[in-house]
């Protein structure tokens, strides 16, 4: 079946980065630095806000994702005291989530130490986002969730909330351990129900990967739930990577394209390490009424002793449903009106899961250089890439691919459901 994925018209954005702590209150700057793990709303100003892994929880306010100002921190102190009497040694706020539920702003909390099982999450709420509205005010709602080594099989750190389609309220979290969890809360209060606290697994920990920062959003009949895999914090050297899965249910069973249930190693790529990007992961969703966006931190090779960065990217899907990024919105180009047979032809680089990576030329006739047999189509800015092999089905594997709005990239899955990204040489 052909896939086809719609990008964003939205022409806008650039990769963000925002420095925790070195920058005033109210700078701006159009290049931010250190944003790690971060989360990304829409306020009713419609001005956007990114909340980050910081002391205090810092948070920053765009009108138009590009130039950033730091708004400050929800807390005066590093760590709110509850937070610092129950976990010993924590010294910031990890991976913040932003939701807006009935006129209220929902920020779940993280506090933790690097590797350790005694984590906690908490609440803080506000009716606002914009500091310059009388009724801005963080009021901290204290522990929801706690975790301990002997007591729990889980790690409560990375919460992210959602609404399911029935009105219910839910948290996820979850880090190394047994994976990703679940349960539901109580619309009030924003914490369990006192006589319902049952758990949920979604996602268990796969035998050679680390899994954590859970996001689930709902779209045309299906919840998709999006994790990171592996490694987040080795600079350069960082593994993470985003996966998927999607249910009919909000509570599972998740399973990936293959049908693979997340509860048994299953799980989709969505995003990984390519050129100079490194160790992306750790996700949020941004609707717009022009489109989807997918907030996530990345290191940048071309950055000595570099932070994790906040990168912006297109959410996109296909035909079949599922999730794609496009290339970081910064470096898109003035978009075409419309993409031709002449627009593509040259020279590719051409990746399958971001890793494996050929040269490939589009020749105006249709075929591609040195590939017998092998040819491409271009419709409606789908590009089709057609591969002869014997053992593919009907004789042909062929790579469906959304092609960027400056046509300078495509993106898409292969027949085995593999991301294939491409990328204009000459």
């Known amino acids: ?219 045309e009949g299906f919840y998709y739930l999006f994790v990171s895999f592996d490694n987040c914090c080795d600079g350069v050297d960082s593994t993470y990577k985003v996966m998927v899965g999607r249910s009919r249910a909000p509570t599972g069973p998740y399973m990936d394209i293959q049908g693979n249930p997340m509860e048994n190693e299953g799980g989709s790529l969505v995003l990984a390490s390519y050129d100079n990007w490194r160790g992306p992961g750790h996700n949020s969703i941004l609707h717009t009424p022009k489109g989807d966006y997918i907030a996530h931190h990345t290191y940048d090779a071309r950055e000595e002793n570099g932070a994790r960065n906040l990168q912006i990217r297109p959410l996109l899907w296909d035909q079949e449903g599922w999730p794609l990024v496009g290339e970081p919105v910064e470096t898109l180009g003035k978009p075409k009106s419309s993409i031709t047979k002449a627009d593509l032809v040259g020279k590719w680089e051409h990746m399958l899961n971001f890793q494996s990576i050929s040269m490939i030329e589009l020749l105006s006739d249709g075929t591609i250089k040195d590939k017998t047999g092998a040819r491409w189509i271009v419709q409606d800015g789908i590009l089709e890439l057609h591969w002869p092999d014997a053992t593919a089905p009907g004789g042909v594997w062929i790579d469906h691919c959304t092609i960027a709005p400056d046509g300078q990239t495509y993106i898409g899955r292969n027949q085995t459901s593999m991301v294939i990204r491409g990328n204009r040489l000459s």
């Not at 009713?44 to 130039?67: C, H, M, N």
């Not at 909390?109 to 005010?137: E, M, W």
């Open 1 to 219: 079946m052909k896939r086809r994925i719609n990008f964003p018209i939205l022409a806008m954005g650039l990769v963000l980065t925002c420095c925790l702590l070195s920058y005033p209150a109210h700078a701006q700057q159009n290049v931010l630095k250190g944003c790690a793990d971060p989360a990304i709303i829409q306020g009713s100003d419609e001005a956007y806000y990114v909340f980050a892994t910081g002391r205090g929880l810092p948070f920053y306010k765009s009108t138009d994702l590009i130039r950033w100002e730091r708004i400050g921190r929800i807390f005066e102190t590093t760590v709110p005291d509850w937070a610092r009497k129950e976990v010993p040694g924590t010294r910031g706020i990890w991976a913040p989530d932003i939701t807006f539920y009935e006129g209220k702003y929902w920020l779940y909390y993280s506090v933790s130490t690097f590797g350790s099982q005694r984590s906690c999450i908490g609440l803080a709420t506000n009716l606002t986002l914009n500091p310059d509205d009388p009724r801005y005010k963080w009021i901290d709602q204290g522990k929801v969730i706690e975790s301990a080594p002997g007591k729990t099989n889980f790690n409560a750190i990375d919460p992210a909330a959602f609404t399911d389609q029935k009105g219910i309220r839910w948290l996820t979290w979850g880090s190394f351990w047994d994976g990703i969890k679940m349960t539901r809360l109580d619309p009030m209060t924003g914490k369990p129900f006192p006589d319902d606290k049952k758990i949920y697994s979604l996602a268990c920990r796969p035998r050679h990967h680390a899994i954590e920062a859970a996001f689930v959003i709902f779209r």
